[in-house]
């Protein structure tokens, strides 16, 4: 059976500002605090930013996670409640690992 896992993807929101590093975004860490509950439940199994001028990033949650669960949380990240990110959720298929 595959791996199929409902992937977070981010975007920069209309309150990113262009100009300010990625670390000094307002509201930033607050995004950080929220996917590091995830992270401390065991249901996260990769997450960071993207480094090119797009920004954005990609949380990557543990096998076994339903789409339901991974969209209501991504739904209550506080940055993109505030506006700072967006999130698409992708369907995607573990095609190689370790």
């Known amino acids: 059976m595959p791996d199929i896992r ?5 975007r920069p ?3 990113w500002q262009a100009d300010v590093p990625l670390f000094e975004q307002e509201g930033l860490q607050a995004h950080v605090e929220h996917y590091r509950q995830l992270l ?3 249901k996260l199994a990769l997450g960071g930013p993207f480094l090119d001028a ?6 990557i949650p543990a096998a076994g996670l339903d ?3 991974i969209l ?3 739904k209550a990240d506080p940055a993109v409640v ?3 990110l967006t999130f698409e959720l992708r ?3 573990v095609g190689m690992q370790a």
């Open 91 to 93: 369907q995607w298929m």
């Open 82 to 84: 505030s506006g700072l």
């Open 67 to 69: 789409e339901a669960e």
């Open 40 to 42: 401390a439940q065991g």
């Open 72 to 74: 209501e949380f991504a």
């Open 13 to 15: 929101g209309p309150r």
């Open 54 to 59: 797009a920004a954005g990033g990609m949380m």
């Open 6 to 10: 409902y992937v977070v993807v981010h």
